[in-house]
């Protein structure tokens, strides 16, 4: 793209010190990483309380969980935020700032919307937030990646899993502390979303003014031309599938539940139940329509960026069992984290500081102990033993929500939280914490952090250095698919089989990726190099 004929503006900071640039690079990364984390559970947990709170069913909240889409589906407009720059700010700088204030907006939109009032429109202001929240995942990954001197990388990345793993503590955990009306600050989640909205405010200004620049690069007009034609046009065939699904596959779902339901009882509970059911396999259907529809359509309009980018990974030995095992390793853990949320407040009568202490607070910084021991095992065991251990693991952890709900609260003995005031959270009285949820948060979270960090070493190794961006926004939106569409059968699961069997099952979908990593051993030892790299959203 030819350069923007009106100059960048300058709003750099001073050159500084090379000691004191350095710490500033990695300074920076940290906020970034907390700018890229706070959006996650506004639209994911968070929000499923707030749904939760308003009386919302669970299959319902099930298929709310589509509304994080958009970290599927990144990759489509990945390359056109690499190739096209806004003007005034510089290189990435422009499309932070305008996701960041964008972000701010659509979340002060939604608290003054709220799912009481219509749950459907709370539904696509969700999904606008998860849009743009996936557009700045993008540019923050391919800045971080520009910014960085390789010597960097590795301690830049963690201070970014640092300040994302904070930033989720305060969007879903010190939140829901904020929204209990005994122990915490009695908020209401509107003025919980208006403070975020603020905070990503403060983001943008940092952004504009504080990031050191990147040099331009230069772009090819015609590629660029047709990258901007590809999105358009994959854009008209996703459109087209939504339709087609709505109009035609969606009917044909639920005529075929029916007649497949014939002779069943017919009281409303059922009814509803198959109903939900129907929806499910429509939304299945139409995306076995659409997806290659769009692929049609990208090749046809020639979307260079992103069918070179796909070229290049598929040209590699194992690409498609790669693929696959991307897809499945965190089935299992989204499965039962899915609905984790409704599961602790409704099911188990949890209270919301409860959970926000345990579940998110102490579970969180679990997952961050998780993931630097998942590290430092993974110096001694390689990439390998390290997936087939933490997966196991990870497997095992999902057994302990089925023993919770299967015993329910009070089966072991509690842990009290003294009364706290920090300003920014406080807790009214001492909270007794349950002794069988901090056991199995505990289990689930430590596991969790170690897959996640072998499995970020895994997507590292994977991306070629010429299409970067490119590629590991396709690797990591696909390492998303099972966090975003186990969602809607999550939630019909749930009231059809219960929550003890419905664990069960969760434990059961880690299968799957186990025995293909065992599959996959000779390619996955070869990969065993150092790489440098971004962590994905999980």
Same mark, same amino acid.
């Given at each position: ?10 709003? *750099? ?13 990695? !300074?920076?990364? @940290?906020?970034l990483?907390f ?5 996650? @559970? ?14 919302? *069913? ?23 935020m690499?190739?096209?720059?806004l ?10 700032v ?13 608290a ?11 539904a696509?202001l969700?999904?606008?937030v998860?849009?743009l ?5 993008v ?6 990646? *520009?910014?960085?001197?390789?010597? %960097? &990388?590795?301690?830049?990345?963690s ?10 503590? /305060? ?7 904020? $929204? ?10 509107? %003025? ?5 909205? /603020?905070?990503?405010?403060? !983001? ?15 772009r090819?007009?015609?590629?660029? &031309?047709n990258?901007?034609i ?8 996703? !459109?087209?599938?939504?339709?087609? $699904? ?15 339901? =014939?002779?069943t009882? =017919? ?28 692929a ?5 309009a ?15 030995p ?10 499945l390793?965190?089935?299992g853990?989204a ?9 602790? /407040? ?6 919301? @500081? ?5 579940n998110?607070?102490?579970g969180?910084?679990?997952t961050l ?13 390689g990439?390998?033993r ?7 693991l990870?497997?095992a ?46 289990? %689930? ?7 996640? @960090?072998?499995?970020?070493?895994f ?7 010429r ?28 009231e059809?089989?219960?929550?003890p069997?419905f ?10 990726a ?8 000779q ?5 065993e190099?150092? =790489?440098?790299?971004?962590?994905a959203d999980?």
């Open positions: 793209m030819p350069a923007s004929p009106v100059p960048p503006l300058r709003l *750099d900071l001073p050159p500084a010190p090379r000691g004191l640039a350095r710490l500033w690079r990695l !300074a920076v990364l @940290a906020v990483g700018a890229s984390g706070l959006p996650l @559970a506004l639209t994911g947990q968070a929000m499923q309380a707030w749904l939760t709170v308003e009386g919302v *069913d669970l299959a319902t909240i099930g298929f709310l969980s589509l509304v994080g889409l958009p970290y599927t589906f990144k990759f489509l407009w990945a390359p056109l690499d190739r096209f720059e003007p005034w700010l510089g290189r990435r700088r422009g499309w932070l305008l996701t960041q204030l964008a972000l701010a907006g659509a979340l002060v939109w939604m003054a919307t709220g799912p009481a009032a219509s749950t459907w429109a709370f696509l969700a999904l606008l998860a849009l929240s996936a557009s700045q995942d540019v923050i990954d391919a800045y971080s990646a *520009d910014v960085l001197p390789a010597a %960097e &990388r590795g301690l830049g990345s201070l970014k899993v640092l300040g994302y793993r904070l930033a989720m503590i /305060l969007s879903g955990g010190v939140a829901l502390i904020w $929204t209990d009306g005994a122990q915490g600050g009695g908020w209401s989640w509107p %003025e919980v979303y208006r403070l975020m909205a /603020l905070i990503m405010v403060g !983001a943008a200004v940092l952004s504009a003014v504080a990031l050191p620049r990147l040099p331009d690069v230069p090819p007009d015609g590629i660029a &031309r990258d901007l590809g999105f358009v046009a994959v854009v008209a065939a996703a !459109a087209a599938g939504v339709l087609l $699904t709505d109009q035609l596959l969606n009917p044909l779902a639920h005529a075929l539940v029916e007649v497949l339901a =014939a002779g009882p =017919a009281d409303p509970a059922a009814q509803a139940l198959r109903g939900k059911w129907a929806d499910v396999l429509g939304l299945l259907l139409g995306m076995a329509v659409t997806l290659p529809l769009a049609w359509a990208a090749r046809a020639r979307f260079d960026t992103l069918l070179g980018g796909l070229r290049d990974y598929f040209g590699q194992g690409a498609w069992a790669f693929l696959a095992f991307i897809v390793y965190k089935l853990d499965f039962a984290g899915s609905l984790m949320t409704p599961f602790l /407040l409704k099911a188990m009568a949890f209270s919301s @500081a409860e959970v926000g202490l345990v998110k607070i102490i969180l910084w679990l102990a998780g993931a630097l021991v998942g590290g430092l095992l993974m110096l001694r065991l990439l390998w390290a997936l087939v251990l933490f997966g196991l990870q497997m952890s999902n057994l302990g929500f089925w023993w919770l709900a299967v015993n329910g609260a009070g089966a072991l003995p509690g842990l009290e939280i003294p009364a706290f005031d920090w300003g920014l959270v406080r807790l009214a009285s001492a909270t007794r914490v349950d002794g069988g949820l901090l056991m199995v948060v505990a289990g %689930e979270n430590l596991s969790g952090g170690m897959g996640t @960090a072998a499995f970020v070493a997507l590292m190794s994977l991306t070629s250095q299409y970067t961006a490119t590629q590991y926004a396709l690797l990591s939106a696909f390492s998303a698919i099972g966090r975003v569409w186990v969602g809607p059968m999550a939630g019909v699961l749930v059809s089989i219960g929550w069997d664990f069960l099952l969760s434990t059961a979908a880690a299968l799957p186990l025995w293909l990593l065992w599959r996959l051993r390619p996955l030892l070869a990969l190099t150092p =790489a440098a790299g971004t962590p999980d």
